[in-house]
């Protein structure tokens, strides 16, 4: 089975200097990537351009314009942690076009998985402004695509922090699930199990909040035993995966505590909850312990293609069954669901 890398985007560019969200990141998932020795089923392709229309599905003409123009101009900081330089739009205009060139990979093959080696990375770019890091957000750009290509789309989440901006600009959208595992509580804050979707996609947002010292099985559970019947019943067309490392128990910026190998248990779920091969992608997201990411970057395509790869064991025993379980109950409550 075919494993289409789109990219590397960024491993050269938009470089902030001592900041976490560095281009070493990039380099690291390939060097996973590279350590599985994948031979012809590794396949590389270019980003695509993204129009303006596909752009403007999920960000405003004027934050468009405003980010662009700041960039020209040699950039600056968006907030205290977002950095722009004066490359920093056209990387960004490059990981929002590989998303798209692996939709259209994988469209054109039939089978497969993709992982976009794109940074900046995008979650938590909202409509109107950039943040988190965060300035285009890639995998909304590909998401909004294939809602409008007449698909259904499930987008997991399984970065340590919320994605504010993909839940706020799917909100009122019937046509893309939005699932969350995170750390409560942590930047941006968002993200609590009450929060299910907006009147006209009532039930489209799934948030299950973890609490710190988290494990891999703890995120198993909130998928299995809370997502699973919603992803079942929305029946998605394709699986996207905001695919942060960042809850490795090694990452400096958070406090869940999987290993590398959980991470590949994540990817075979969300290959089991894709309808068909050549329907799941995966984006980068977070992720800041450079030989953490590595192991994980090659344990999560590993699980993605089925090999049976392990750098370290998979983690259990740590907190948050409880809360999961409760989270699934208010999530029920908040939809007006009584058993």
Do not use: K
Request: glycine content about 12%.
């Amino acid at each position: 089975m075919p494993l289409i890398v789109a990219g590397p985007v960024g491993q050269d560019a938009h470089d902030g200097g001592p900041h976490p969200e560095r281009p070493a990141r990039v380099n690291a998932v390939m060097d996973g990537i590279g350590d599985l020795r994948l031979g012809t089923d590794l396949v590389q392709v270019a980003p695509v351009r993204p129009t303006g229309e596909q752009l403007r599905r999920v960000h405003t003409p004027v934050y468009l314009d405003e980010l662009e123009l700041f960039a020209h101009h040699g950039g600056g900081s968006l907030d205290p942690d977002t950095f722009v330089t004066d490359d920093s739009w056209e990387t960004a205009m490059q990981a929002a076009g590989a998303g798209l060139a692996a939709l259209d990979a994988l469209a054109e093959r039939g089978d497969g998985s993709a992982f976009v080696v794109a940074r900046p990375p995008g979650h938590h770019a909202e409509r109107e402004r950039g943040m988190g890091f965060c300035l285009v957000n890639s995998i909304a750009v590909s998401a909004a695509e294939l809602v409008a290509r007449g698909n259904r789309v499930l987008v997991l989440d399984w970065d340590v922090h919320h994605g504010n901006g993909t839940q706020s600009i799917f909100w009122d959208d019937p046509d893309v699930l939005y699932v969350s595992t995170h750390q409560w509580p942590l930047y941006p804050g968002t993200g609590r199990p009450d929060e299910t979707g907006g009147a006209d996609a009532p039930g489209s947002t799934v948030n299950v909040p973890l609490p710190p010292g988290a494990t891999g099985d703890v995120v198993r559970a909130a998928l299995d035993e809370v997502a699973a019947p919603v992803v079942s019943a929305f029946a998605p067309d394709w699986v996207l995966v905001s695919c942060g490392f960042d809850a490795h128990r090694a990452d400096p910026l958070a406090e869940l505590a999987l290993s590398s190998a959980d991470f590949g248990a994540l990817a075979e779920v969300a290959v089991g909850l894709a309808p068909a091969s050549g329907r799941v992608v995966l984006f980068l997201e977070g992720g800041y312990d450079l030989p953490a990411v590595r192991r994980s970057a090659a344990a999560t395509v590993a699980g993605l293609l089925g090999d049976p790869y392990r750098s370290e064991e998979p983690t259990m025993g740590g907190p948050g069954l409880d809360v999961v379980r409760a989270a699934g109950v208010l999530r029920e409550r908040s939809l007006g669901v009584t058993r």
